[in-house]
């Protein structure tokens, strides 16, 4: 199951300061506030508000800070305006790269995407130039140390997971190796709340573009500059996800 939005094996790892913390905060803070717009403040009938809250935990992000942008957000007085922007293209070695956006400015953000494909040798194409190599599946990633392979497929299965395996995640000090389970997008959120009330964490849960074919590439320079597309794409404030067929 590779070919996720990880290539820390292509690039140095940064280091989770301050400042990327609070990055992913300002990301997931646009997701909640999105999902609020669209379906009200209450998690209990607003799924996607869920999913979000969801994220933002796996993210360590803390309960009060949560809270508080689901309350600025329900305010009558609140005039954040977001919209959903997704982009596609290919990168160095005909890589091919989805980009979720969520923005108040839909031109400035599509000059940014474009400009990031340009500086690095890649291609901006039209809606559908990509996404037909991808399949849209619910993906959530449990911790493997200390856990029984067996028994957590078991419990995936269980809950309604359409498959189950082995992949690697991001970890406070590294890559950490992860159970992988895939639903479909809509049974996301109850197959992740069958298995937060069996007792396990999660290091990410969303619904993500998973690839069916994946690129091998085997040149160092298309490998670096692919590194640096991906890490200015995601370093952008407006890019939720960015997703990849690298193999």
Known sequence: ??????WNNIRERKGKTDAQRAKVFTKI?????VAVKEGGGSPASNARLRDAIAKARASNIPNDNIKRVIDKASSAGDSSSYESCTYEGYGPGGVAVIVETTTDNRNRTASEVRHAFDKYGGNLGAQGSVAWNFDRKGVLRVASDGLDEDAVMESA??????????????????????????TEPDAL???RERLDAAGYAFTSAQVEFVPRDSVELTDDEDLLKLGKLLDMLEDNDDVQNVFCNLK
């Open 189 to 191: 959120g109850a197959v």
């Open 29 to 33: 803070s646009r997701e909640i506030i």
């Open 157 to 182: 299965l269980d809950s309604g997971a359409s498959d189950f395996g082995l992949s690697t995640d991001d970890g406070e000090d590294g890559e950490i190796d992860v159970f992988e389970i895939l």
């Open 1 to 6: 199951m590779s070919g996720h939005s990880k």
